[in-house]
C-alpha cells in the first residue's frame, strides 16, 4: 500500500509529496524544497525513515515546483522525469527565476520523458501518468487505484490552475479536467499543487468552474 507524505516548501507554498510502500522505495513528486532548512526537513524525513528515492517526477516545469530538483537530482542520483512538451519551460526557469529574485542551480536535462498513460513503477507499488494541459504545457497527474490522483496545478480544492501565464489555455484545462479527471471515482483523494486535498466528487459538485 502507498503512503503518502507531503512537505508544503518554499515562498510559493507548493506541496511535495514523497510516495513510499513496504519496501522503502519511494518517488519524489515536485521536489519544491529551495531553502537550506527545507532540504534538510526532506532529507532527515527520508533518513529516518529509511527510503530509498528512485524517481523525481514533475507535473509541470514552472518555477515553484522545481525549486528543489537540482538538490534532490544531486543527493540521490536520480534524473528529472517531465512531459516532453514541458522541456521549453524547464529551459527558461533560469530567466523566470530572475524575475522574482530567485538563483537557481543548474538542472540536469531529462533523459527520459513520461508518456500519456505511462505506468511508473516503484517497489510494489505504480501510479499512471495523465496528461492534463491547460494551465501550462506538459502537465502531468499522477493517478494511483488505491484511490488518489496527484495533480499538480490543474485542479484545486474549489478552484482551477491559472491559465493567463505562459502556454496556459482556459478551455483545454477545462476540457482535460473533466475528460481525464472528472471520470475517476468520486471518492478518489486529490492531492493538489497548492492548497488542502479534496475529492473528485466534492469538485464535481461544487467546484464554481463547473
Known amino acids: ?8 516548501f518554499n515562498s510559493f507554498e507548493v ?6 510502500d513496504e519496501t522503502k522505495e519511494c518517488i519524489i513528486i515536485d521536489s519544491a524544497c529551495y531553502e537550506d532548512f527545507e532540504k534538510k526537513i526532506f532529507y532527515d524525513y527520508i ?37 516532453k512538451d514541458g522541456l521549453p519551460l524547464l529551459n527558461n526557469m533560469k530567466s523566470y527565476g530572475m524575475m ?43 493517478y494511483s487505484e488505491e484511490g488518489f490522483v496527484v495533480v499538480g496545478d490543474v485542479l484545486f480544492n474549489g478552484s482551477i490552475g ?10 483545454l484545462l477545462i ?11 468520486d471518492n478518489t483523494k486529490v492531492y493538489c499543487g497548492h492548497g488542502p486535498e479534496t475529492t473528485i466528487g466534492s469538485e464535481k459538485g461544487h467546484n464554481p468552474y463547473f
Not at 2 to 8: A, D, V
Not at 49 to 65: A, G, M, Q, S
Not at 136 to 141: Q, R, Y
Request: glycine share 6%; aromatic share 8%.
Open 1 to 8: 500500500m502507498i503512503s503518502i507524505k507531503n512537505f508544503t
Open 15 to 20: 506541496n511535495t509529496y514523497v510516495l513510499s
Open 47 to 83: 533518513e529516518d525513515n529509511k527510503l530509498k528515492p528512485v524517481r523525481l517526477l514533475n507535473t509541470h516545469c514552472h518555477i515553484d515546483h522545481i525549486l528543489g530538483n537540482a538538490f534532490v537530482l544531486e543527493k540521490y542520483k536520480l534524473t528529472t522525469e517531465i512531459h
Open 100 to 142: 522574482f529574485g530567485i538563483t537557481l542551480e543548474d538542472i540536469p536535462k531529462p533523459t527520459v520523458f513520461i508518456e500519456e498513460n505511462q505506468v511508473i513503477r516503484f517497489g510494489n507499488s505504480s501510479v499512471k501518468a495523465l496528461y492534463l494541459p491547460g494551465h501550462a504545457d506538459g502537465s502531468l497527474a499522477f
Open 162 to 171: 491559472r491559465t493567463d501565464l505562459p502556454t496556459g489555455n482556459h478551455e
Open 175 to 185: 476540457n482535460n479536467i473533466k475528460n481525464k479527471l472528472f471520470v475517476l471515482p
